[in-house]
């Protein structure tokens, strides 16, 4: 195209529809406009191009290769438009409107903040009103259309929630800095944290109460590592779990999209359970989710910003 000419959505519109119709009387109903005005505008499209779009033979209509180049693209550019009209549809969407929000206790400490300041920043006609609960009863409110959308870990355990997932994480050991950790010196050359031999630390752990979710995947790690460990406390709460690898009071399981603490040394170890997926969960049936996913998008972008300095990996 030497002409300089820009080309128009309308062109692509046009073609296509020529070469699903196969005519230029079909593509012209469909298109809403005259058969003579289409013609006269594939026309002007081919004086610009300088090239010829389509070869017509009595009542035949076929694309020629810069036809074929023209309609492949052309199709692109107009999944591309559709695509965005949805987006800023969804945007149109949730302007001015209220979302209740869950989240998991423990993440909400570290999240929620900079999702509710980036939210205010660049969606100021969003309110969000947020409950923080344990993930299984947030999964019963969603279920129960008491929320729109909810932030937890995996998994998921009720079938009519949908999720996409935000970050996953990794599931690290967490030990006061002065305490002496049994290493796996293979791999202390090639990570940013070291290994530990999770199979000779037998506590004492602090853990999640028996029944959360990460208190039965931390029990499936030690299982999985042989290890019938000595527990010195039970919590609800990770944060107390911090808190007292803290103090020195025991070891304990964190995941790596939290802020560190300097005063605790965190440690990798291998196994089937050593990392878990972070999501977004709604109602499949819940109109208001449904037709506002574009939410989803915003708090990836404001994931993203606050987990840019963590080992997480944002989807």
Excluded: W
């Excluded at 560190?260 to 040394?265: L, V």
């Amino acid at each position: 195209m030497t002409g300089g000419k820009t080309l128009k959505l309308k062109d692509f519109e046009y073609v296509d529809a020529i070469a699903r119709c196969k005519t230029f009387s079909r593509a012209a109903e469909e298109l809403y406009i005259s058969q003579p005005a289409l013609t006269q505008a594939i026309q002007r499209l081919e004086q610009e191009l300088k090239l010829p779009i389509f070869t017509r033979n009595y009542n035949c209509i076929d694309l020629t290769l810069a036809g074929e180049i023209f309609l492949e693209e052309a199709r692109e550019v107009l999944k591309i438009t559709d695509r965005l009209k949805q987006r800023l549809s969804y945007v149109e969407n949730i302007e001015n409107k209220t979302f209740y929000l869950g989240v998991s206790q423990f993440y909400g400490t570290y999240t929620m903040p900079e999702i509710m300041h980036y939210i205010s920043d660049h969606y100021p006609g969003i309110k969000i009103n947020l409950i923080e609960d344990v993930s299984t009863n947030l999964e019963v409110l969603l279920e129960n259309n008491k929320l729109d959308f909810a932030l937890m870990p995996f998994p998921i355990t009720a079938n009519s929630l949908k999720y996409q997932v935000l970050l996953e994480e990794e599931i690290l050991l967490g030990a006061h800095s002065s305490r002496t950790m049994p290493m796996l010196e293979t791999y202390s050359s090639d990570s940013s944290l070291p290994h530990v031999d999770l199979s000779s630390v037998k506590g004492p752990y602090i853990l999640l109460k028996n029944g959360l979710k990460f208190r039965n995947m931390t029990d499936q790690i030690l299982k999985d590592a042989g290890v019938e460990p000595e527990i010195f406390f039970e919590t609800m709460n990770l944060s107390t779990v911090e808190s007292f690898i803290r103090q020195d009071l025991g070891i304990g399981f964190l995941p790596s999209s939290v802020p560190k603490d300097p005063e605790i040394s965190y440690y990798r170890f291998s196994g089937k359970y050593s990392s878990r997926k972070y999501v977004i969960a709604y109602k499949e049936d819940n109109y208001q989710a449904k037709s506002s996913l574009e939410i989803v998008n915003i708090i990836k972008k404001a994931l993203t910003e606050k987990m840019a300095q963590d080992k997480a990996v944002v989807k």
